[in-house]
């Protein structure tokens, strides 16, 4: 019999598995923070299209044009693969592609070189992508030369970090725990750190970044206990990987960065989002929807629909948005994506 598209787009909608409320029924959103550190929480912002269903939604970006680039690990039920999912500054869908990352998409992250915006993806399985903002793959490394004569250390990269340069740093955080050093046009120069809580030691690095806010630039690697019995860290090293300090801002489970003027944002795994200023004092803990691991670690399986109004569940990444707004990935089972819609004055 045939199918006509509209019924076929249809179909799809009636096989989504996360329920969705329409629009009328949607609550407003909540009101979360103190003073100038308040937003609205709004998980509800993106209008996902019926043939992508969220798998792990694990990275965020924002390019210039305000488009909001999620990177999620998509389902097997879900008619379209593709991992990459861009939307308006209106939450409206644009684009999507990355079929080829399906399952092992993890880590993304978008900078500014030369004028031109380009994206570091990186995949659980194949390692790190240099790519354009559609998907044209400018250089990728399967796994560092470094691994060849070690063949008991494991490699499950994570997350990138950039430098002014454009050198890019890789972090082991699944694998062997150590960090890679790479020019920005893919040429291997150094690999420090490795497992160990002593300084230098990068204990189960997931995110980093590069924090130029200071007198010189700092690569600031957010540690966990691989056990995940006892907070994380933050530990911030030299460009050339030399332990400098470790830093004072409580964490949980830290899983990477980012930066707008001298406000930096953590996603924190373990049910929040933290703010810290340039000296890495927390100026805000947002959302905090921490009860017990088990309890947390429990609802992150379950559809969004279980999900308390302005509470994280498992933030994995966070963007800024130019008008200082931002937007959090989370580890959630069907995929989560908020907008923190600033408010504060």
């Known amino acids: 019999m045939a199918t006509t598209r509209r019924g076929f787009l249809a179909t799809l909608a009636t096989i989504t598995i996360a329920p969705r409320l329409a629009a009328a029924d949607a609550p407003d959103p909540v009101v979360i923070g103190d003073g100038r ?49 861009v939307f308006d500054a209106d939450g409206n869908f644009v684009r999507s592609w990355g079929e080829q990352f399906f399952g092992g998409a993890h880590g993304f992250d978008l900078v500014v070189e030369d004028g031109r915006e380009v994206l570091y993806v990186t995949d659980l399985q194949q390692g790190l992508f240099k790519m354009t903002l559609d998907g044209r793959v ?9 691994y060849k004569d070690k063949p008991d250390l494991k490699y499950r990269p994570s997350n990138v970090a950039v430098a002014p340069n454009g050198d890019v740093y890789l972090a082991d955080g699944y694998g062997s725990y150590f960090v890679h050093h790479y020019t920005r046009d893919g040429r291997y120069v150094r690999t420090f750190g490795g497992p ?84 890495y004092q927390t100026v805000a803990n947002l959302g905090d ?29 966070a963007a800024f948005d130019q008008d200082g707004s931002i937007f959090v990935a989370e580890w959630v089972a069907y995929g989560r994506l908020v907008k923190l819609e600033k408010t504060g004055a």
């Not at 912002?45 to 390019?63: F, S």
């Not at 400098?244 to 944002?265: C, I, W």
């Open 37 to 85: 550190y308040r937003y609205r929480f709004n998980d509800r912002w993106a209008k996902l299209p019926p043939q992508i269903q969220w798998g792990l939604t694990h990275g965020v970006v924002v390019d210039r044009s305000r488009h909001v680039h999620v990177f999620h690990t998509s389902r097997k039920e879900s008619p379209s693969k593709d991992c990459v999912v």
């Open 138 to 146: 400018l250089w990728h490394v399967a796994k560092p030369d470094w």
């Open 196 to 279: 160990g809580e002593e300084a230098g030691r990068t204990q189960h690095p997931h995110g980093l970044f590069v924090d130029r806010r200071g007198p010189e630039p700092l690569l600031v690697i957010g540690e966990n206990d691989p056990k995940g019995e006892k907070p994380g860290r933050l530990q911030a090293l030299n460009l050339d990987g030399s332990h400098r300090r470790f830093l004072p801002t409580p964490v949980r489970s830290p899983r990477h960065f980012d930066q707008q003027g001298k406000l930096a944002v953590i996603p924190d795994l373990d049910a929040r989002v933290t703010l810290v200023d340039e000296n």
């Open 289 to 317: 929807g921490w009860t017990t691991k088990t309890e947390v670690r429990t609802l992150r399986t379950k559809t969004s629909d279980h999900f308390t109004p302005g509470k994280f569940v498992c933030p994995h990444d």
